[in-house]
């Protein structure tokens, strides 16, 4: 397949020259094809989300085991009530507070939505973006696009279009090239189907913002699993029993191809263990690489390619940073990678989230 490559600059979404574009991304959604596309969060890899056949291309393009449903993305809170079914009053409430936003909620799945899209569940995930392009995107192609982020299955998420092109190209049939996007973690995830609300992936919108809405709100204790599935495994039924609840937080993630390891705790000891870790492997002759914050970065050894993620007293700084250092570690041919831990703040649990799973739960305490 050939893949398009088209550039919108997102403060320009709305000019007649850009909405050509869209009109024409919209038709190949429309037509049951493929584009990728730059939302607030992540780039997504899209599809028309009523269409089975559209979903199954998805999951095929990004090689992600077919029981890991998609996110339906709607351009208007009205469209809610056509992808789920008996949606409670806190949907509305936190629509209300954060669409469009970063924010996925787990609902009732509508019949309008095919399992496929669905990875086989009874219930659907879905979010209103707030990034322009996302949007105008969204109304072109029908008003409900099935994406998950447009990664290969196991990569970091992309957070820039040339990651897209690295990933997808021969995949989709359109890249729209947006730039880079703003956040650059996913969505936050919570479950609205049961009786207390759950948080399934921490993402921007943090629990206590959550907590405003909806008073009392859990996070899904599956989450700190000790290991994830690798995704050869997704046959179509994960086993169940005490991994995470989103059916993708159990699938191995983001991880680079170098061995990882993530360093936690005092910053004083962290720092010492990982100039440790670093002096080793360089006298292994292994390419060796830091991820580490703006205050600590001077403290490692020379030879070691020092990646500055952003401030310790920053997590959405570390959170932009974050999945494109873990491709340009695999692009400089890094064999052993150590990550500071970044703990401060609520953000951050969404940053560790990723982290973890990126080094696969080897994980140092100290
Ligand atoms: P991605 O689109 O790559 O950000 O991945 C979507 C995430 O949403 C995955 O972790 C999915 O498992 C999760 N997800 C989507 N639909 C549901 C659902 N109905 N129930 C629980 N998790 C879901
Ligand atoms: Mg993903």
Redesign the pocket.
Known sequence: METEIVRIDPGRAREPESREILRRAGEIIKSGGLVAFPTETVYGLGGNALDATASRRIYAAKGRPSD????VHIAETADLERTAVEIPESAYALAARFWPGPL?M?LKKHPDIPTET??G?D???VRFPSHPVAQELIAAGGGFIA???ANRSGRP?PTTAAHCIEDLTGQVNMIIDGGEVGIGV?SS?V?LTEEKPVI??PGYITPSMLREVLGEVETDPGLDAAADLPPEAGSGNVPAGPGP?????RYRHYAPQGSMLLVTGDEAAMVERIRQETAQALAQGKRTAVIASRETADAYPGGVRVFVAGSRHDPAEVAHHLFGILRACDEEGMEMICAEGFEEGELSRAVMNRLEKACGHNIVRV
């Open positions: 890991n449903p998609l996110i996925t787990i669905t990875g569940l219930t659907v995930a994406a998950p982020s998420s996913e995830i479950d399934l992936r609840k989103a059916p993708g937080m």
